[in-house]
């Protein structure tokens, strides 16, 4: 017992040792899946995620949490210093949704400390339309929703029969309106035939 004492504290203090130790202690931080440029959740700090187009909505705070669910990092939004109704988070990004249907989807994670249900709302061409989501209370949930148009609701008439280009999407609650309350989004992806219609890269 004692020799194999000795022998591990003098790898440990051997810089190959180290190097290996360190690299399984990062390995196994919890960072549940890797991140690709598909997500588009991932950045270093949040001044990245501003420039990408990512902004609170009025009345909250875009912040960075870590670890993420999906990677080292997830979009964090809090209440701000005068809370309001519907707050979230927005994205100001062209996503080119044309010739989506039910085979394509929409994918992220959400977790929050409040109410049991998201809306997803995306401002197309031919006017807005969104699509709410059951989440689980105080855990992270994987919402994916298929961009069948005939499955969101449509704020104008008559209804549009396909996608067009969008360029704003926002994500929020009704209930997330007061103070402490907490909006976790991580893994947000956008696939269209298969392929990722919006990247980091």
Partial sequence: MVYWRATAKMYMLSPVGFMLCANFWWSGIGYAEKADPADTCEFGVVEEAKKFGW??????????????????????????????????????HNIDLAGAGS?????????????????????????????YARLKPEQWTRVELDLDI?????????????????DYLHI???GFDKAGE????????????GKPVITRK
């Fill in 55 to 92: 902004a609170p909505l009025p009345g909250a705070v875009l912040r960075l949490a870590t670890p993420g669910k999906i990677g080292r990092s997830a979009l964090k939004v809090e209440s701000g210093p005068k809370p309001q109704l519907y707050m979230g988070a927005g994205l100001t």
């Fill in 103 to 131: 085979e394509d989807r929409i994918i992220l994670y959400v977790k929050q400390n409040f109410g049991e249900s998201i809306c997803i709302n995306i401002r197309t061409k031919n006017g807005n339309v969104y699509r």
């Fill in 150 to 166: 005939s499955s969101w609701t449509q704020s104008k008439k008559p209804n549009a029969k396909d996608w067009s280009n969008a």
């Fill in 172 to 174: 929020y609650s009704r």
């Fill in 182 to 193: 907490t909006l976790l989004l991580d893994g947000f992806a956008v696939f269209v035939k």
